[in-house]
C-alpha cells in the first residue's frame, strides 16, 4: 500500500517542483544550469561563500541558483548589495527563516522573525532604546571597561603559559552581555570546570542544528514532516540553554523589592514580557554577540603573529599614544593604526561571510533582473572584500590601506 501511493504520488510531486521552477525563471540573474529536482544543490557545498563567490567570477555579481524548488540570488559586489540593501530594501527587507528556527518561538524573535510586525518592532524599539542608544551604550562604558581589565589582568597572570584566547575572549563577552541583560556573570575567567566550553557548545548547537543544509527549506511541501529532525533538535537545544538562565527571570518575578540597580531583565519584567520572550530575545543577542565578536579578536590575533611588522607597528602605536596602564574606551579615537587593523580583519574574514539572508517579500529588479517573490537573497560580503577590482592585493592583511 505505501509503495503503491508512493508510485501514485512521485509524479504530482515531480510536476510541482518543474512548475514552480520554470514559473520562477523569467529574467532571472544568471547562473549555472540547475539539475533535475536538485537544481544547483550539488554546486553549493559545505563553504557556500566560496563557492557562490567562484560562480559570480563566472556568472557575474549578481546570480541566481536553484535550491531544489527555491530560488537563491546572491549578490557579489558593492553595486548589487546596494540594490538590494539600500534600493530596493522595502521589498527585499524580510527575514528567510530556515526552517530549523520555525518552531514554536519564532513569531517571538528579533533577529529571526519573518517579518516586521507588531512585536518586532515594538522589540526593536525597547533594544534601541535600552542596549543600543548613545546614553545606553555610555553608561555600559565602566561595565565594559572593567570586564576588559579584567580579562588582561587574567592574561598578564599567565605570562609564558598557554591560553585558549577563544575560550578568554567568549568568557569577558559573555560576562559583559550578561551583565548587562541579567546583571551577572555567568562564568569565570578561571575556569577549571570547563563551563565556558559547555554553554559555548550549546550554542554553537543551536547555530550548527538551525543553519545545516535541511530538505524542508529546499522543498517546502516537505516541511511537517521534518525529515531530518533538525526543527526537533533544535528545539531541544534552545531549551538547554534557557535552562541557564530562567532561574533568574523567575527569582526577579517573585522579588518583593527592586533591586537598586536594574538590568534590561527589569525592563522586560516590567513591560509584561513572558519567559519565552525573554528566553529568546537573550538567546539571540548572546549568539549574536558573542561568536562574531570571538571569532574577530581570533582572525586579528593569528593575522598579528602571521605579519611581524604590523603587530610592531601597533606595540609602537599603544605605547606612544597611551598614557596608562588601565585602557578607556575614549582613547580608541588616538588608535587610528588599531582601527585599521580591526577593519582590516572584517574585510577578511568577516564573521557572517553571507550576512543574515533576506526573503524578497514583492518581485522587483536589481540590475535589471528579477527578483521574485518569495526568493532567498543573500550578499557576499567575504566575496566583496576579496574582489581584487576593488583591492589591491586583497589576500594580504595590509592595515595601512584603510588608515
Not at 19 to 24: M, T
Not at 175 to 196: C, Q, R
Not at 381 to 403: M, N, T, Y
Amino acid at each position: 500500500m505505501s509503495f503503491s501511493l508512493f508510485l501514485l504520488l512521485s509524479p504530482l510531486f515531480l510536476l510541482l517542483i518543474i512548475r514552480k521552477y520554470f514559473k520562477s525563471k523569467k529574467n532571472l540573474p544568471p547562473g549555472p544550469r540547475p539539475w533535475p529536482i536538485i537544481g544547483n544543490l550539488h554546486q553549493v557545498g559545505d563553504s557556500p561563500h566560496v563557492s557562490t563567490a567562484i560562480l559570480a567570477q563566472e556568472h557575474g555579481p549578481l546570480i541566481s541558483l536553484h535550491l531544489g524548488t527555491q530560488v537563491l540570488i546572491v549578490a557579489s559586489s558593492p553595486e548589487a548589495a546596494s540594490g538590494i540593501l539600500k534600493i530596493q530594501d522595502r521589498f527585499l527587507s524580510s527575514r528567510f527563516i530556515p526552517d530549523a528556527f520555525q518552531g514554536d518561538y519564532a513569531p517571538l524573535a528579533l533577529i529571526w522573525s519573518p517579518d516586521c510586525n507588531e512585536n518586532w518592532r515594538s522589540l526593536r524599539t525597547l533594544c534601541r532604546n535600552e542596549l543600543f542608544s548613545v546614553k545606553a551604550l555610555e553608561y555600559q562604558s565602566s561595565l565594559r571597561e572593567k570586564k576588559l581589565g579584567q580579562m588582561i589582568d587574567f592574561l598578564c597572570n599567565k605570562e609564558g603559559q598557554v591560553v585558549n584566547i577563544e575560550e578568554v575572549v567568549f568568557t569577558t563577552m559573555f560576562n559583559t552581555l550578561s551583565n548587562i541583560f541579567f546583571g551577572k556573570d555567568f562564568l569565570h575567567l578561571e575556569d577549571e570546570h570547563g563551563t565556558a566550553s559547555g554553554l559555548k557548545e550549546k550554542l554553537f548547537k543551536i547555530l550548527v542544528s538551525g543553519l545545516a543544509p535541511n530538505v524542508s527549506d529546499f522543498f517546502p511541501i516537505l516541511k511537517r514532516l521534518d525529515l531530518q529532525g533538525l526543527r526537533k533538535q533544535t528545539l531541544k537545544d534552545m531549551k538547554d540553554v534557557f535552562g541557564s538562565w530562567e532561574g533568574i527571570i523567575n527569582e526577579r518575578r517573585l522579588a518583593v523589592v527592586p533591586p537598586k540597580e536594574q538590568c534590561f531583565l527589569d525592563h522586560l519584567i516590567e513591560k509584561g514580557f513572558s519567559n519565552d520572550q525573554i528566553n529568546i530575545l537573550a538567546l539571540e543577542l548572546f549568539t549574536a554577540g558573542t561568536d562574531t565578536t570571538t571569532s574577530t579578536i581570533e582572525w586579528a590575533m593569528a593575522e598579528l603573529i602571521k605579519n611581524k611588522k604590523v603587530m610592531i607597528e601597533l606595540q609602537q602605536e599603544l605605547k606612544h599614544k597611551i598614557n596608562s596602564s588601565n585602557f578607556v574606551e575614549s582613547e580608541i579615537s588616538k588608535l587610528p593604526y588599531l582601527n585599521a587593523c580591526i577593519k582590516e580583519t572584517l574585510r577578511l574574514h568577516p564573521p557572517v561571510p553571507l550576512l543574515l539572508p533576506h526573503r524578497a517579500n514583492e518581485s522587483c529588479e536589481v540590475m535589471n533582473y528579477t527578483v521574485p517573490r518569495g526568493a532567498q537573497i543573500l550578499v557576499n560580503i567575504w566575496a566583496i572584500g576579496r574582489d581584487p577590482k576593488l583591492w589591491e592585493d586583497p589576500l594580504l592583511f595590509k592595515p595601512e590601506s584603510c588608515v
